[in-house]
């Protein structure tokens, strides 16, 4: 019974000392905007993407595990979805590295989306602490939180893609209406053919989804891979140069250009004249 006494002064000690809780943000909630600067030096905010679907990757410049899944975020979410002008990808400092350790993570990691520095601040708004490093965040085209990971990148990867489909398919653009979803894929002839050194070819989507435009020689050898990634309903227009500043270009011949869904597939044939 004689530490009873100390045991009740601890007690006492700990409810007038204990750590400050901060304030988060759950699925739902408006979210909190932020004012960075990025590794090229540019003032970004979250505000400036207004109207567009976000994905924040928060890391730490020196946490091991956010060097082995920054690949993650960049060839499994952010190529999926970089063709689609509706979405953004952030990823933000959360330890407040210097500059050079925020390069040598970029060099590591392969990330080519922009990374914000001193960002610790989000990490407060948005989890309640400084720990909840290696997460993603997708924020709707409203501002709110559409998506808020609980845990390392690598584990919830599947969820953030639905998420970020799902947000960019409710992103409807000035350009774009209703009534300007076509009711079927359709793949027009390029133009000119036969073409030399560029020609233009122009398709359509009824539904947003996965996409592969590519370009293959008549042996069917691919030549180049002109989409390959998520993009949302509407008219779509690309051009396809074939020169090659390496001096390997394509010779004259005809060559085959494959337009590739989830569930339909059109293929059509161009002419490459020298």
């Not at 076509?182 to 996409?211: E, H």
């Amino acid at each position: 019974m004689r530490y009873l006494p100390f045991l009740i002064s601890l007690s006492i000690a700990l409810l007038f000392f204990k750590t400050p809780g901060y304030a988060q943000v759950s699925v739902g909630d408006e979210a909190p905007d932020f004012t960075y600067s990025s590794l090229s030096g540019i003032e970004i905010s979250l505000s400036d993407y207004k109207g567009k679907v976000v994905y924040i990757f928060f890391y730490g410049a020196g946490c091991p595990h956010c060097k082995e899944n920054g690949p993650i975020t960049e060839h499994d979410i952010y190529q999926l979805f970089k063709n689609n002008d509706n979405f953004v990808a952030l990823g933000l400092d959360t330890w407040n590295y210097s500059r050079s350790a925020n390069q040598n993570f970029q060099a590591v990691t392969g990330i080519s989306y922009p990374l914000l520095l001193s960002a610790r601040q989000s990490m407060l708004d948005y989890y309640g602490n400084t720990t909840s490093y290696d997460r993603s965040v997708v924020i709707s085209k409203e501002g709110t939180v559409a998506y808020k990971g609980t845990n390392f990148v690598f584990a919830d990867t599947a969820e953030v893609t639905d998420t970020i489909e799902e947000s960019l398919s409710e992103v409807v653009t000035s350009s774009e209406g209703p009534t300007t979803i076509p009711d079927r894929l359709s793949l027009s002839q390029n133009y000119p053919n036969p073409f030399n050194p560029a020609t233009t070819i122009r398709y359509t989507l009824q539904k947003p989804g996965r996409v592969a435009l590519k370009i293959y020689n008549i042996l069917g050898a691919e030549v180049a891979t002109l989409v390959d990634g998520w993009q949302s309903a509407g008219s779509k227009t690309l051009r396809w140069d074939a020169t090659s500043p390496s001096g390997n270009a394509p010779p004259s011949g005809i060559y085959i250009y494959q337009l590739t869904t989830a569930d339909q597939q059109i293929t059509k044939k161009m002419i490459l004249l020298k």
